[in-house]
């Protein structure tokens, strides 16, 4: 098994600084993976629970780098969710903050390090792994399906190369953490950074806090990465105004910007001297496909920019040949060494080896201008991003009808979710279930009550004829 | 209505809760008071009082309590 960081190149530098004063070197990160990962001793899988902080970067690091394949989790994700999760994997261990120990009383403790334990879950049966997965990553961290996408250790080290590459990394970089690591976004921020010796600032804190931004400015960050509700905070934050001499860069990714702020952080970005870079991806390509370069930012406002070095877009029509007019819209396709393995729906699929070889069927609609920059125009699958989270929305349909078997029907546009149900009684509750299954901010969800859930001859919802409901 | 009516109101509306769990809330005690729940917050406060709050005082908001603090300040002069 190759190690995807050589942390000891690096051993001087800073690798780890959070906000409660917790300092790690390259060697000491490197110490500490060692002493984590002696303790399991062999390859098996080990579910995360995630966090920023720097328990939770151990364990990532000490796992992917030792052979020892994480499945990746937020550590908010729901109970019920969570175990079905487990039920369906039978990891070997949990790596979780100790604050959340009492969840699993049942289970035995191993090791322990920087408030995270190590628990053995004491499942009788595991799954055979295939050699090259190195990583396991939730679909939809939300909804808790137990699809996972089958990571392997050559996606996760071609992808963070690409990446040091195309935004220029080096070890002066000192990220800040604005995402979560079950997120592939989050996780190519530190995977990138670990290449070139840089200093992750680790912090669960949010941009609407204080305390964030005293961390921000005491520890000098240098970049941060958010998804386009982030650009949305930040807007309203009045960040333009704010002092951040430190910060050189930008990134945003996790769905489409909106033109207006795409155009006001390049316009900002331009007279700050700072850079701002749009980027494109999924979990299913490791995490990024294409970025914009940051010199491109204002010009191709609303482009999500070319691919990555080592990777290849074409437009595919309906027909299935390529497209190669201008400004013509078809399914965006993606070759490269970041395309993953596949999907895991159940324990037995860990075993298998690579389904995709190399290409990616995106699900995203998109064109190319006549210089070649990538714009998407729609989805051919029915999901939303909310807050950067994709959520699928037939899953959310099959949720909600599991629980109270009505006739449902989910629609909406990224950032709000609408649920269609015929019963009016039974409207807020359906409103709450979906809340609370999904952790995510109730103000993203609207229950509207119809009529009739409009089908066609064969019983297949019209999908279509709930968008005038929300469309403005 | 009063402006603590108003006040209070703008936090029942935002997070769906009562006006007396409203009282003493703070920043992360209910999953809707998140960094998007602030948002919405932010957003709404300036619309109830007809205000543009400063970056500082957006972040510095995080209880109930201090919020009344913030908006009670010259710049935007709410009385409670």
Known sequence: ?472 | MTNLEKYTNVFVETFEITAEEAQGLKYQDIDAWDSVGHMGLISALEEAFDIMMDTDDIIDLNSFEKGKEILSKSEYGVEF
């Open chain 1, 1 to 472: 098994m190759n190690k995807i960081w050589e942390l000891g190149r690096y051993e001087k530098n800073i690798a780890l600084v959070d906000e409660f004063g917790n300092e790690l070197s390259y060697a000491d990160l490197e110490n500490e993976n060692k002493k984590l990962s002696d303790v399991i001793g062999h390859r098996c899988l080990v579910f995360s629970l995630c966090r920023n902080e720097v328990g939770s970067v151990i364990g990532y690091s000490s796992f992917v780098n030792n052979g020892i394949v994480p499945i990746m989790v937020n550590s908010h994700l729901e109970e019920i969710l969570l175990t079905t999760l487990l039920e369906a994997y039978k990891p070997e261990f949990l790596w979780l903050p100790k604050d959340q120990r009492n969840q699993f009383s049942n289970m035995s403790e191993k090791y322990e390090a920087y408030d995270y334990v190590l628990l053995e879950t004491g499942f009788k049966k595991s799954y055979p792994l295939y050699d090259e997965l190195g990583l396991l990553i939730t679909t939809s961290g939300s909804t808790g399906s137990p699809k996972l996408v089958r990571q392997s250790y050559t996606n996760i080290l071609d992808n963070a190369k690409s990446i040091a590459e195309y935004l220029k990394l080096d070890s002066t970089e000192r990220p800040i953490t604005t995402l979560p690591m079950n997120y592939v976004y989050g996780l190519s921020i530190i995977n990138s950074h670990f290449l070139v010796g840089a200093t992750l600032l680790l912090t669960d804190k949010g941009l609407m806090q204080k305390e964030f931004w005293n961390f921000f400015k005491d520890q000098e960050a240098t970049s941060f990465g958010g998804v386009p509700y982030t650009y949305e905070m930040l807007d309203k934050l009045r960040f333009y105004r704010m002092k951040l001499p430190s910060l050189r860069t930008m990134t945003q990714a996790g769905g489409k910007i909106t033109p207006e702020l795409h155009e006001k952080f390049a316009a900002y970005a331009k007279e700050q001297g700072k850079n701002f870079v749009v980027m494109y991806g999924a979990s299913e390509a490791t995490s990024r496909m294409g970025y914009l370069p940051p010199e491109k930012a204002v010009e191709k406002k609303g482009s999500m920019g070319i691919p990555i070095p080592g990777g290849k877009f074409k437009i595919v029509g309906a027909d299935g040949n390529e497209i190669t007019e201008p400004l013509t819209t078809g399914e965006l396709v993606y070759e490269g060494k970041n395309v993953t393995l596949g999907y895991a729906e159940c324990g037995e699929d860990l075993v298998k080896g690579d389904e995709r070889n190399g290409i990616l069927e995106t699900g995203d609609m998109a064109q190319f201008d006549s210089d070649g920059y990538y714009y998407i125009v729609g989805r051919k699958k029915r999901f939303l991003k909310i807050y950067g989270n994709r959520v699928n929305l037939d899953e959310i349909d099959r949720l909600i009808k599991g629980a109270y078997s009505i006739e449902v029907a989910s629609g909406g546009t990224d950032d709000h979710l609408y649920l269609f149900v015929t019963d009016e009684e039974i409207a807020d509750e359906v409103r709450n279930f979906v809340i609370n299954k999904t952790k995510l901010n109730p103000a993203a969800f609207k229950c509207i009550v119809i009529d009739e859930i409009p089908k066609n001859d064969a019983g297949k919802t019209l999908y279509k004829e709930l968008e005038k409901y929300y469309e403005q």
